[in-house]
């Protein structure tokens, strides 16, 4: 049985505060925007990728194979493997990003952080596209594009672009469903 309150109605606890989490921009209070900064590394981690992509394909520097038949774009032999090649990189790009911001067990990235990821493995795959193109303008032979703009060092399906972002969203989600120990051995 309750009594009445003698003195008025009984206190209340305070309400309590929400914590200071992160917001769905990804700025972490005290850690000075690490979603900003993660992102700005994943779109800079382009110009790598593009020189790589120059380094390694047919028609470009063609390290790869070392094949002469390979090396210029003339032959409709390398356009399929250029592709394939920068197609590789930014998938391998898009895994290691999606690893560096999935976070722990304890701690996912916010809905924010995730978009702003995604746009940057975007941002990303167009830098490399642009700095491959570029390199081979620098770098590269020049080609005879009369017969075919493919014969330039160039990327013939666009969709390779939408590798980097796909697997950053998927090795996020991946880890989300999956989640580590955090790197503690299991008991």
């Known amino acids: 049985m309750t009594q009445p309150a003698i003195d008025g109605p009984a206190p209340h606890a ?5 914590p200071e989490g992160p917001s769905t921009t990804g700025h972490h209070p005290g850690r000075g925007g690490t979603a900003w900064v993660k992102a700005a590394v994943i779109a800079a981690a382009g110009v790598p990728v593009g020189l790589l992509w ?3 394909a047919p028609s470009g520097l063609n390290l790869l194979t070392g094949n002469p038949d390979l090396a210029t774009g003339t032959n ?3 356009w399929l493997p250029r592709d394939l090649v920068l197609a590789g990189l930014c998938l391998l790009a898009g895994c290691i990003a999606g690893s560096f911001v999935s976070g722990s067990k304890h701690q996912q990235p916010t809905t ?3 978009l702003l990821v995604v746009l940057a493995g975007a941002a990303g795959a ?3 596209w642009g ?3 570029l390199s081979a303008e620098w770098w590269g032979a020049p080609a005879d594009t009369s017969a075919s703009a493919s014969v330039a060092f160039s990327l013939r399906s666009y969709a390779v672009l939408a590798l980097w972002p796909a697997a ?3 090795a996020i989600f991946l880890n ?3 989640p580590g120990s955090g790197g503690k051995p299991r008991a």
Do not use: D, K, M
């Open 14 to 18: 305070p309400e309590p505060t929400r």
């Open 54 to 56: 120059w380094l390694l």
């Open 76 to 78: 409709t032999a390398t």
């Open 112 to 114: 924010g952080t995730v």
């Open 126 to 128: 167009l830098i490399a």
């Open 131 to 133: 700095t491959g193109v």
């Open 168 to 170: 950053i969203a998927l």
């Open 176 to 178: 989300s469903l999956f």
